[in-house]
C-alpha cells in the first residue's frame, strides 16, 4: 500500500474536525444523553420561573429566568458540538424524556422545593459533565473537553450559591 492510501484510509476515519469518527461516536452518545437532561431542566426552570410563589418570589422568578437563558444557550452549543463531531443531535422530547436523569416537574411552586430542584439538576449536569471531561481528555477531544470544564465551573459557583439560599 502506497503513501497516499494509507493516508486516505486514515483520513476515512477521521471526522470533519479532524477526530477519530468511532471514539467520537463515544462522546456524541454522552453528549446526547447530556443534552437530554438539559432540555428537561431547561422545561423544568421554566415552570419554576412560571409558578414560583412566596416572598421571594421577585428574587427568585428573575434568578430561574437568568438560568433558563443560559441553559438555552448550552442546549444550543451542545447540540452544534454533536454536528462538529459529525452525528446529528437527538431533537425530539420522547427521547428526550427516554434518556434524561432528570425527571419532569410538574406543579411545583414552593420556593425550597425549586431551589432544592434546581440544585439537583445541576448536580446531575455536573457529574455528566465529569464524565464527558474524562471520556475527552482520554480521547483527544479539546473542543469538547474545555466546553465541558467551562459549564462545570459555571455550574459548580450555581450550586455553591443556590445552596447558601436554602441554608
Not at 446526547?32 to 418570589?57: C, M, P, S
Not at 406543579?107 to 439537583?120: G, I, L
Not at 474545555?146 to 455550574?155: A, L, T, V
Amino acid at each position: 500500500m502506497n503513501k497516499a492510501t494509507m493516508n486516505a484510509k486514515n483520513n476515512e476515519a477521521l471526522n470533519q474536525i479532524g477526530l477519530e469518527q468511532e471514539k467520537s461516536n463515544r462522546i456524541v452518545g454522552k453528549l446526547n444523553e447530556l443534552l437530554a437532561d438539559y432540555h428537561i431542566f431547561y422545561q423544568n426552570v421554566r415552570g419554576f420561573h412560571w409558578n414560583i410563589k412566596g416572598e421571594q418570589f421577585f428574587i427568585l422568578h428573575e434568578k430561574f429566568e437568568e438560568l433558563y437563558n443560559d441553559l438555552f444557550e448550552k442546549i444550543d452549543e451542545i447540540a452544534e458540538r454533536i454536528l462538529m463531531l459529525g452525528e446529528t443531535p437527538d431533537h425530539s422530547y420522547s427521547r428526550f424524556l427516554d434518556k434524561s436523569e432528570i425527571g419532569e416537574m410538574t406543579d411545583v411552586s414552593e420556593q425550597k422545593e425549586t431551589v432544592s430542584r434546581v440544585v439537583e439538576g445541576l448536580q446531575t449536569l455536573v457529574s455528566k459533565e465529569r464524565e464527558l471531561l474524562e471520556l475527552t481528555d482520554q480521547l483527544n477531544d479539546e473542543g469538547t473537553n474545555s466546553m465541558m470544564s467551562d459549564y462545570i465551573g459555571e455550574q459548580e459557583k450555581s450550586i455553591w450559591m443556590y445552596n447558601a439560599f436554602l441554608k
